[in-house]
């Protein structure tokens, strides 16, 4: 008997063949690994909730920079662990902050690595809330523009190559272009987290950057996970305000959401593959559950196959040794 699958069977056959006609192809060219930068110098603290990711000073930074260069990783995002946090998040925005520090040293090391950087205020506040609280407890979000527009500016100044606002406040987008743009940083383009969901897969992330809400939750700014038509509401509203690359995250539960806010834009498209779905598979690889080097590379490149064109996750270096590097 002849069946159809036939067809597909006879391309299988080989390693070669399947090469040949695979969809999709994982590069090192997808890949941006995230770094948690700390004050001090020499520092290189393995993350608990996050094994093999550090806290790393400016200088170790820039140590790592240097490897993820060699090893052709295009770039790297930053997240900043204050030495002090406040109500407003003022050592987000201070010039001589944690991430200009790292930026600074980073762009001596290794001067092509494209630094993107988080532009939020949660790693920065004492109440762990992305924006300043108003006296009902709420987040305002009107307050938090101003500052998240001075942040993106001391990024910029430090020489960030990209700003990648996180934090969910209605107008952001608009507000931060504005600021680059009267500053004389027109020229550098914003990866907006449009399409961020409340999701419980951050949790290693909170622990990493001790940014765990001290009150309340997400909930009123973050995206609720079983609604897929507002991520395109969301992210139509960001190319309005003028983003130049969309974030969704994070990126396996919501393949699905990859894949429609592929097709209804025509920006580029990238996934953060958030800390909790790296720490799920390395927490199953170390049950020896689980083959970790295969479901890494699986997982990567079906959140390609979804539709995004690069991806934001902590597996980027070893992933990229694997593809070759
Ligand atoms: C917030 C931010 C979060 C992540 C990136 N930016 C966490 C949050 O909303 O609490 C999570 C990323 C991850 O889990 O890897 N600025």
């Known amino acids: ?18 090469r040949l006609v695979r969809q999709t192809r994982l590069a090192i060219d997808d890949l941006v690994y995230p770094m948690f930068v700390c004050p001090g110098s020499g520092v290189r603290k393995e993350i608990s909730s996050l094994p093999g990711c550090y806290h790393l000073s400016a200088d170790k930074a820039a140590e790592q920079a240097r490897q993820l260069a060699s090893l052709r990783i295009p770039g790297t995002i930053l997240f900043g662990l204050p030495a002090s946090k406040d109500a407003r998040g003022s050592s987000g925005y201070d010039p001589s902050g944690v991430v200009p520090q790292a930026i600074k040293a980073i762009k001596d090391a290794a001067p092509e690595l494209v630094v993107i950087t988080d532009v939020c205020l949660c790693e920065y506040t004492d109440h762990g809330h992305c924006g300043v609280i108003d ?16 942040m993106a500016v001391v990024h910029a100044q430090a020489g960030a190559d990209m700003l990648a606002p996180s934090d969910m406040m209605d107008g952001r987008v608009g507000v931060i272009r504005k600021a680059l ?15 961020k969901y409340c999701s419980a897969f951050y949790g290693p992330f909170r622990e990493a950057a001790d940014s765990t809400p001290q009150f309340g939750n997400r909930r009123g700014y973050q995206m609720d996970p079983p609604n897929a038509r507002e991520a395109l509401l969301e ?34 498209l990238a996934a953060y593959n958030v800390s909790g779905e790296y720490a799920m598979l390395l927490a199953a690889e170390e049950k020896k559950l689980i083959d970790g080097e295969a479901a890494m590379l699986e997982m990567l490149t079906c959140i390609k196959r979804a539709g995004a064109d690069f991806i934001l996750t902590y597996f980027a270096e070893r992933a990229a040794r694997a593809l070759g590097a």
């Open 1 to 18: 008997m002849a069946f159809p699958q036939q067809r597909l069977r006879r391309l299988r056959r080989t390693e070669n063949l399947r």
């Open 135 to 150: 006296s009902n407890q709420q987040v305002d979000n009107d307050a938090t523009l101003e500052l998240l527009g001075k």
């Open 181 to 195: 743009d009267s500053e004389g940083f027109s020229h550098l383009p914003i990866m907006s987290c449009a399409v």
């Open 235 to 268: 992210a139509a509203a960001d190319i309005e305000e003028g983003a130049d690359i969309l974030v969704v995250k994070p990126a396996l539960p919501y393949l699905d959401i990859i894949s429609q806010v592929r097709a209804a834009t025509d920006v580029p």
